[in-house]
């Protein structure tokens, strides 16, 4: 699970602010940015850069249905930067830490509803596409499709093999893709996901088939980002050639 990063990263933000530019509240508000100098383009960039973290923090918490007063967090960032915080360091850091545990609680929470409807909808999806006419189901439920046949020999599980391949989940989005790098990937086949790796084997050099592969024959219940836990993924895969092992000795 993605790691939160914690909002006391603001709050050490602010305090250093504080240190550097003890006049700060002495400045003028101005209405027209002016970035002429690297001075100002510095300056500006400082609180760009915090900007950013916090409308992605603040989206990230809106998510989970965590609500942040706004204008309270700029009222805060305006005092410390004046010197006059009404909370000291002990108490923001005692806030703040609620906070993260809050956010952490319903993190796992979420990620917990998301796996189970993953797995849910993975199942009807491999129930309904299994009916399809021209899908095979092998004994360990996995599902193929041959899109085109080659004349090339099959692999075996210890065999490297260059393939050029698309994957995406459910709903159409693509996760990776070897064609959108324009670079064919390369990899013994004994070590990916259990789902290419039986796959494959099915398939003789020069063929092209589509796989949809149940998660427990692919990543299982992590959550790889783009690949969320429980994900039923579906792949079309071009065998190009099975690769000659170098290490081994001549026959």
Same mark, same amino acid.
């Given at each position: ?10 709050? &050490? ?27 100002? @383009? ?6 760009? =850069? ?29 005092? &410390? ?9 002990? @108490? ?23 796996? @189970? ?6 199942? !009807? ?39 050029? #391949? ?6 159409? =989005?693509?996760?990776? =893709?070897? #064609?959108?790098?324009?670079? +064919?990937?390369?990899? +013994? ?25 149940? &998660? ?9 980002? !783009?690949?969320?836990?429980? =994900? ?13 092992? @170098?290490?081994? +000795?001549?026959?």
């Amino acid at each position: 699970m993605k790691q939160t990063i914690k909002l006391s990263l603001i709050a &050490a933000s602010v305090l250093a602010l504080t240190a550097c530019n003890q006049k700060a509240q002495e400045t003028a508000k101005v209405e027209e940015v002016k970035l002429e100098t690297e001075v100002q @383009k510095q300056a500006y960039g400082i609180g760009a =850069s915090v900007g950013n973290f916090l409308q992605k923090d603040l989206a990230d918490k809106q998510g989970l249905g965590i609500e942040l007063d706004q204008a309270l967090l700029m009222r805060g960032f305006e005092d &410390a930067l004046a010197g006059n915080s009404k909370l000291d360091d002990e @108490k923001i850091r005692e806030v703040l830490t609620a906070l993260d545990t809050s956010v952490r609680e319903k993190q796992t929470a979420k990620a917990e509803a998301d796996a @189970k409807e993953n797995k849910e909808k993975g199942a !009807k999806y491999l129930a309904e596409n299994a009916k399809k006419d021209g899908v095979t189901v092998t004994e360990s439920g996995l599902q193929y499709e041959v899109i085109s046949t080659g004349e090339g020999k099959k692999p075996v599980a210890t065999d490297v093999v260059k393939v050029h #391949y698309k994957g995406t989940l459910l709903d159409g =989005s693509e996760f990776d =893709s070897s #064609y959108s790098r324009n670079q +064919p990937a390369t990899f +013994p086949l004994n070590q990916v996901i259990a789902g290419w790796t039986e796959g494959l084997q099915l398939m003789p050099v020069g063929s092209k088939y589509k796989f949809t592969i149940p &998660a427990d024959l692919g990543y299982g219940e992590r959550n790889l980002g !783009k690949i969320p836990a429980n =994900s039923t993924l579906v792949f079309e895969v071009e065998l190009l050639e099975i690769q000659e092992d @170098k290490e081994k +000795p001549a026959a």
